[in-house]
């Protein structure tokens, strides 16, 4: 990640603000509202259906501009209550792990697609002013179900711009890869493996993109404060081997191929090849422009450098690529 998104990412767009976060209880959810109690925003609100993480995080975070709502993004007169006065939706909220999605594909859909369009109405009937998006690399020509969902939401997101009309509300996207040490990554797998003396890896030559949870929320706060409705928001990940981040998790302890999971990708990709025409470069952040002028309120001027026409963004080229002693500073920071 380079240096200048955390430079340039503030906390000034919460100012005076009323913030929801959904799946405000997760790894990112939970990181975020707590960067956001440390702004100067009006109100946070956290949006989740586990009753058990909110008595956790209530009890955590006392501060008395935390709102807490249990319900679950596929009931939209929740979301509807939850929504009202509400200015700014952070929606991390998603069904995420792969072989789960995939044994579960209806619910996965209910959750990522169909949650995504209860929000989208939600907000839209509500008023609110901008709504942003988590979403991944494996939503890029998505090889299994999960990354199907993200691209269906990522589409239904972007297109909802186009429906908002008079309306103010405008909607965006940011993508990135793995979080390192997020419940998620495989980066808590090793640590347990770790202690039971032998790791299990899918592939040696396997290489991801890495982001931490800092970089994560610099992102977004950056996306709010650029979006004009429909872009896509992707930051400069380092990446690394599969290799290499087991000998940084577990060095020496002895590991096991098992080979590559259906649904899962050698190498992932953050940008693809019908993208790039429509990519430019920031400077801190590269953005993915809509294809389509949704509302003449918006300028429809893209800024930044356009990248060049045989960019590959994926995780065996982009640099910079980390070495163990990389690797090993980068789990410090997120231990």
């Given at each position: 990640m380079t240096a200048s998104l955390t430079t340039t990412a503030s906390t000034a767009i919460l100012d005076g603000r009323s913030v929801l976060v959904t799946g405000g209880t997760g790894s990112f959810g939970r990181a975020f509202v707590e960067r956001a109690l440390a702004s100067r925003a009006r109100k946070v609100i956290v949006f989740s259906r586990d009753e058990q993480k909110h008595y956790a995080l209530e009890r955590q975070l006392a501060d008395r501009r935390l709102r807490f709502f249990v319900g679950d993004i596929r009931d939209r007169d929740r979301l509807q209550v939850a929504l009202r006065d509400v200015?700014?939706?952070?929606?991390?909220?998603?069904?995420?792990?792969?072989?789960?999605?995939?044994?579960?594909?209806?619910?996965?859909?209910?959750?990522?697609?169909?949650?995504?369009?209860?929000?989208?109405?939600?907000?839209?009937?509500?008023g609110v002013h901008r709504v942003i998006a988590l979403s991944t690399d494996k939503a890029v020509s998505p090889a299994n179900l999960y990354g199907a969902t993200k691209l269906c939401m990522e589409k239904l997101l972007i297109a909802a711009n186009a429906y908002a009309g008079d309306r103010t509300t405008r909607f965006s996207v940011v993508r990135y890869g793995n979080v390192m040490g997020s419940a998620g990554s495989v980066v808590p797998l090793f640590r347990a493996q770790k202690n039971r003396g032998q790791l299990t890896i899918t592939d040696a030559r396997m290489t991801r993109f890495w982001i931490e949870m800092s970089d994560a929320i610099a992102l977004v706060l950056r996306g709010l404060q650029l979006m004009?409705?429909?872009e896509i928001f992707i930051p400069k990940l380092p990446t690394t081997d599969i290799e290499t981040l087991a000998e940084a998790v577990a060095p020496g302890v002895p590991r096991t191929t098992v080979g590559i999971r259906p649904g899962e990708k050698l190498h992932e990709t953050l940008i693809s090849t019908e993208e790039i025409r429509r990519t430019s470069d920031l400077g801190d952040v590269l953005v993915i422009w809509p294809e389509y002028q949704f509302h003449t309120t918006l300028t429809g001027v893209r800024a930044g450098t356009p990248?060049?026409?045989?960019?590959?963004?994926?995780?065996?080229?982009?640099?910079?690529?980390?070495?163990?002693?990389?690797?090993?500073?980068?789990?410090?920071?997120?231990a």
């Open positions: 200015d700014l939706v952070v929606h991390a909220a998603a069904m995420k792990h792969d072989p789960i999605c995939e044994y579960n594909p209806f619910e996965a859909v209910q959750t990522n697609v169909h949650g995504a369009r209860n929000l989208i109405e939600a907000a839209m009937s509500c004009t409705g429909g990248v060049p026409e045989d960019f590959v963004y994926s995780s065996d080229r982009a640099e910079p690529r980390l070495d163990l002693a990389a690797t090993r500073a980068m789990l410090e920071r997120v």
